[in-house]
């Protein structure tokens, strides 16, 4: 391979300082034409490629956004997607780590992103996160950090999110507008915001329409589709089972469909089913599963603004929060009124 030219290497073929070829290169004004002329062609006959790292170094910038997620599933995916695009348009690269939900993980993430150099943080934490010292450190070396998706209370820092409890709130609501009165959920853990506030937004649709909160219907569990599976079994094994059921994912409505059809029920009729995010399964599967959309690519491009504008505006953004509105897409999965009216074609 072809030694890469070097300032070094013009400098000793035309016989001067390798300050004054460095200060040419950068059309400096205490060069003298001539000399700058020669640099010039010299290093355009050598291809000469400046070190960028070197040159990042020297402006403390190396125009690279460190990501860190939880996982890279279809949402996710689309939220990075929308990052990238903003940070593109704005002459960054993106740096993309996964936690797949481990807190040591995402430590070790952490870490290998500040050596590589990162300009900041655009963040996404894991489930299994409770303290955030090792965020703090980041911005006590004043690098910036926008949180998104899964929010981190305990962090000053600019945040972007979906109104989660607006999203729990209409899948519910549905349900009692469809009939259903017996309606469980399958939470996620109890120390994840997103999870906490859809639950949230249940309760409340409960609370508004004069139907009891049973504890024995909330199941909190991982937002895997095993895990809603087992516990979907558990809640169709109760005495007095539930009629619908609400999942704060489309993974763990999966997990639910395949419990339900074990036991043989049929949706809409017998059990009501919505999910969560809006994913394409919930169009494939029969039968279509009612999903409450948020705007994954959105939210990418919208948290991408925001850091680059942290990064060259004067604003303090540390207690900015912009809060995304979730929609409700209903499928044959929880439309029981429709199965009774006797216009209806769908079939299941």
């Given at each position: 391979m072809e030694k890469q030219a070097t300032?070094?290497?013009?400098?000793?073929?035309?016989?001067?300082?390798?300050?004054?070829?460095?200060?040419?290169?950068?059309?400096?004004?205490?060069?003298?034409?001539?000399?700058?002329?020669?640099?010039l062609a010299l290093a355009e006959e050598l291809n000469y490629q400046p070190n960028q790292l070197a040159l990042s170094l020297l402006n403390k910038h190396?125009?690279?956004?460190?990501?860190?997620?939880?996982n890279l599933d279809y949402v996710v995916a689309a939220m990075v997607k929308g990052i990238d695009e903003v940070a593109l348009e704005a002459g960054y690269t993106v740096m993309v780590c996964q936690s797949n939900e481990s807190y040591g993980r995402e430590i070790l993430?952490?870490?290998?992103?500040?050596?590589?150099?990162?300009?900041?943080?655009?963040?996404?934490?894991?489930?299994?996160?409770?303290?955030?010292?090792?965020?703090?450190?980041?911005?006590?070396?004043?690098?910036?950090?926008?949180?998104f998706d899964r929010i981190i209370t305990e962090l000053n820092a600019p945040k972007v999110r979906l109104d989660n409890e607006l999203g729990g709130y209409l899948a519910a609501q549905h349900l009692i507008d469809q009939g259903y009165k017996r309606i469980a959920i399958l939470a996620g853990q109890k120390n994840l915001d997103i999870s906490n506030k859809r639950m949230d937004g249940y309760i409340r649709a409960l609370k508004e329409?004069?139907?009891?909160?049973?504890?024995?219907?909330?199941?909190?569990?991982?937002?895997?589709?095993?895990?809603?599976?087992?516990a979907t079994k558990e809640l169709l094994a109760m005495k007095k089972r539930p009629d619908a059921i609400c999942t704060i994912s489309d993974r763990m409505a999966i997990g639910a469909m395949l419990a339900i059809k074990e036991k043989k029920l049929r949706m809409?009729?017998?059990?009501?089913?919505?999910?969560?995010?809006?994913?394409?399964?919930t169009s494939l599967v029969t039968p279509m599963i009612s999903s409450v959309e948020q705007p994954a690519f959105e939210m990418g491009k919208v948290t991408a603004k925001l850091f680059i504008e942290m990064m060259h505006g004067n604003t303090d953004l540390s207690e900015t929060e912009i809060v995304l509105k979730p929609k409700l897409f209903v499928r044959e999965s929880s439309q029981r009124l429709l199965y009774k009216s006797p216009s209806s074609t769908l079939t299941v």
């Open positions: 300032i070094k290497d013009i400098a000793r073929a035309l016989q001067v300082s390798t300050s004054t070829v460095s200060r040419a290169l950068r059309n400096a004004n205490d060069v003298n034409p001539e000399t700058r002329k020669a640099v190396t125009h690279t956004i460190g990501v860190i997620v939880p993430n952490t870490r290998r992103l500040m050596d590589s150099l990162v300009d900041g943080f655009i963040i996404s934490v894991s489930s299994e996160t409770n303290m955030v010292d090792h965020f703090k450190k980041i911005q006590s070396q004043k690098k910036p950090i926008v949180v329409n004069n139907i009891k909160v049973d504890k024995d219907l909330i199941m909190q569990c991982d937002f895997n589709q095993d895990y809603a599976y087992v809409p009729h017998d059990i009501g089913l919505v999910g969560f995010n809006n994913e394409p399964v």
